[in-house]
């Protein structure tokens, strides 16, 4: 065999994921997001193809046998490219997904080590098969830095490779996901087998975790939550927004369900209780229970330290509903609302009762969603409050819950033009 040309046609996928990938005329198609590999019972796994992310973080399959060239920064590609979305079959392995980190057994009889990166390389009759695996002994260290001795082997030096999720560490994938928006998150998280969404799962905090529930699609954040810890299930509900948590927890059996309720901080359990009494499609199911509430007396300033925080999502950091105490929810007498760019006008010591909104048209739990819909359309809002009969706040409804449930169940799903044709046909419905 030559050598040489072995050498230079080995990848590491560690570098390999992120590489751009190009058609034949230089045009940019996507970025390279994992390596799929088949894991046969004789001889070295197979690669046999790239999921490629594509505009819109769409991701789809692109078989090896279309790449031409992988060069550094670059894979160039025949330029054809089956654009449904990829779905992994149960005899397919993500090497960043499920390979890296995962804990496997040298043969040699040394102990165990960990997988850190993998190489492919083309054979003689062109198929590309993995042949090195670049592993670690001993586990991390303090403030998760790696330590221990590492060597480059053979798949054939060690076993476990179709190993369980329980062989798997989730220090490589976490460290691609630190910087993903929510909703980016969690489509990485739906691509991976379940199993392997609750390895990744357990190493997020309760608050991230809860970001990235709240992005999938119910079915998968019903599968997600139902194979966690009950505790550690019932903390993750208590960080989600009310609204949300009532969502998920409506879908789940109701043994299930009562199970995670009375795990819950009381608080919150009370607020998913209550949203649990109000129609789906009705102001009061869509409301949040957790907007900025404030009183009369409070500054400028006081609003804008409350817009700034991290868990205020940016349609409900726009507007303060002003009310008398209490101010948790249901509140004392609502008062008006206050718009951030109004108070960004004011100074910061002006109190926010001098700045109230009082014309909206009332909205009441039992509200359709286009009553809700009409209205914040018509007053340019990206939150309306609800009231009782009594005239107390009982919560917000957001334009960003208005807009998921207006979408099609399947929307996360879906490509633009084919979510572009549900929509149509909902609104012609």
């Excluded at 996928?13 to 990938?21: C, E, F, I, Y």
């Excluded at 090896?64 to 654009?83: F, K, Q």
């Excluded at 062989?167 to 489509?187: C, I, N, P, V």
């Excluded at 929307?411 to 149509?424: G, L, P, Q, S, Y």
Aim: with cysteine.
């Amino acid at each position: 065999m030559d050598t040489s040309r072995s050498r230079s046609s080995r990848v590491f996928v560690a570098r390999l994921v992120g590489t751009t990938v190009f058609d034949p005329i230089g045009d940019a198609v996507g970025r390279v997001h994992d390596v799929v590999v088949l894991i046969e019972l004789r001889g070295n796994p197979r690669a046999v193809g790239l999921v490629i992310e594509v505009a819109g973080r769409r991701r789809v399959f692109m078989p090896l046998s279309r790449v031409t060239a992988i060069e550094p920064g670059a894979v160039i590609t025949t330029g054809l490219m089956n654009i449904r979305r990829f779905e992994q079959r149960a005899v397919e392995t993500l090497v960043m997904g499920e390979l890296f980190d995962r804990v496997v057994t040298m043969r040699d009889g040394s102990g165990n080590v960990t997988i850190r990166d993998v190489a492919i390389e083309k054979d003689r009759g062109q198929d590309w098969k993995v042949t090195r695996l670049f592993v670690q002994r001993g586990s991390s260290g303090p403030l998760g830095l790696r330590r221990g001795e590492t060597l480059n082997v053979g798949p054939e030096e060690v076993t476990g490779l179709a190993g369980s999720a329980a062989q798997q560490g989730a220090t490589a994938l976490l460290a691609t996901m630190e910087d993903l928006k929510a909703a980016d998150l969690a489509d990485v998280l739906s691509d991976l087998p379940l199993p392997r969404q609750i390895e990744v799962a357990a190493e997020l905090t309760d608050a991230r975790l809860a970001d990235a529930v709240e992005e999938l699609s119910s079915d998968d954040a019903v599968a997600l939550l139902s194979g966690l810890d009950a505790a550690r299930a019932a903390d993750v509900l208590d960080a989600m927004q009310p609204d949300d948590a009532a969502d998920l927890v409506a879908e789940l059996p109701q043994t299930k369900a009562d199970e995670l309720l009375d795990l819950m901080q009381p608080q919150e359990a009370e607020d998913v209780r209550r949203l649990l009494t109000y129609d789906e499609y009705a102001a009061g199911g869509l409301m949040t229970t957790e907007p900025i509430i404030l009183p009369p007396e409070a500054t400028v300033a006081t609003f804008l330290a409350q817009a700034r925080k991290a868990e205020v999502s940016p349609a409900l950091a726009t507007v303060a509903f002003v009310c008398r105490p209490p101010l948790e929810t249901p509140t004392g007498r609502y008062l008006g609302m206050v718009h951030l760019q109004r108070a960004l006008r004011e100074r910061p010591q002006a109190p926010v009762g001098s700045l109230l909104d009082k014309d909206l048209e009332e909205v009441h739990p039992d509200d359709s969603i286009g009553t809700v819909t009409r209205l914040l359309a018509t007053y340019n809002l990206t939150a309306l409050p609800v009231l009782d009969e009594a005239g107390r706040l009982l919560g917000a409804c957001s334009v960003d819950d208005v807009l998921d449930h207006l979408m099609p169940d399947d929307w996360r799903e879906a490509d633009d033009a084919v979510t572009d044709r549900m929509i149509e046909r909902s609104a012609n419905a």
